[in-house]
């Protein structure tokens, strides 16, 4: 998995007109960011330019990321190899939080083929720009796993 998160600078360039590549991208470093502490209380939601929102649990969590905020956006752009997060709106969502707890509760890894049937043609095509191959496909089942997660989470 490290080897993916090396790789997310070079992906954000090669695909950067692909507004759903740069959101699976960003929402990738947050959970990294973040860890698996933190993400049972804050989740990230949306992007939308350069603008990340992320749901917390209640106020308390909220008012605590606030304080962070400045940190969090220094860590993700580190993680990204670039500026694409400039601002992190936190608002409170425990509906949202507890639907990613859940998930993560229940969560096995995705099948792969379930990933990949997420995957459309144009990404796909645009993946076709990366040389490594093995790097080709952690892509295209970290794309199609973001799909799948947020088809759930619009449930």
């Known amino acids: 998995m490290n080897e993916l998160f090396r ?3 070079a992906l954000l360039k090669q695909f950067e007109d692909n507004d759903l590549v740069r959101e699976a991208v960003v ?6 960011v973040a860890g698996p502490s933190l993400l049972r209380h804050a989740v990230a939601i949306g992007l939308s330019g350069q603008r990340l929102c992320v749901a917390t649990a209640d106020q308390t969590w909220q008012r605590h990321l606030e304080q962070l905020a400045g940190q969090m956006i220094f860590r ?4 990204l190899g670039q500026a694409v997060v ?7 969502d425990p509906a949202a ?9 229940g969560r096995e890894l ?3 083929e379930q990933a990949l049937a997420e995957v459309n043609e144009k990404m796909r095509l645009s993946a076709d720009g ?3 191959d093995e790097l ?11 799909l799948v997660r947020k088809r759930r989470l619009q449930s």
């Open 76 to 79: 993700l752009n580190s993680v």
């Open 97 to 105: 939080v507890e639907r990613e707890r859940s998930a993560d509760a």
């Open 86 to 92: 400039r601002f992190i709106e936190f608002g409170i």
């Open 110 to 112: 995705f099948d792969s």
């Open 7 to 9: 790789a997310l600078p």
């Open 136 to 146: 080709r496909r952690r892509f295209l089942l970290a794309a199609g796993s973001c």
């Open 130 to 132: 990366i040389k490594d």
């Open 27 to 32: 929402f990738a470093a947050w959970r990294k």
